[in-house]
């Protein structure tokens, strides 16, 4: 999942397009396998999380994968707003809200 990550996955099953990669970053676990993983995080276990992150970081870093802060950030959003709306109500379930 790091590695999906620091490639630039941005949801869970990105981590598929390592499954024949293994040399990249190892055995890629299954679907269930992660998911089951990403439950399993709680209050408890993001400290942990965060120190072995920042361990990661800093390694990543000391090796020459720092981000060059000198220059500008550019960041690429992408999006599309949608506005829908129906009068047709005739076969909606009634809602918390009525």
């Known amino acids: 999942m790091a590695v999906a990550i620091a490639d630039g996955a941005d949801c869970v099953s990105h ?6 990669q293994h ?3 190892g055995p890629v676990a299954s679907m269930p396998t992660t998911w089951r993983l990403l439950d399993r995080i709680d209050p408890a276990r993001l400290p ?3 120190a072995a992150r920042a361990a ?3 390694r990543a870093w000391a090796a020459g994968a720092a981000p060059d ?4 950030l550019h ?3 992408d999006a599309t707003v949608t506005i829908s709306h129906s ?4 076969n909606a379930a009634k809602t918390c809200n009525r």
Do not use: M, N, Y
């Open 15 to 20: 981590i598929e397009v390592f499954g024949d």
């Open 23 to 25: 040399e990249v970053g």
């Open 48 to 50: 942990g999380i965060r």
């Open 56 to 58: 990661a970081r800093e």
């Open 69 to 72: 802060l000198t220059g500008l």
């Open 75 to 77: 960041i690429d959003f």
């Open 87 to 90: 009068e047709d109500k005739q």
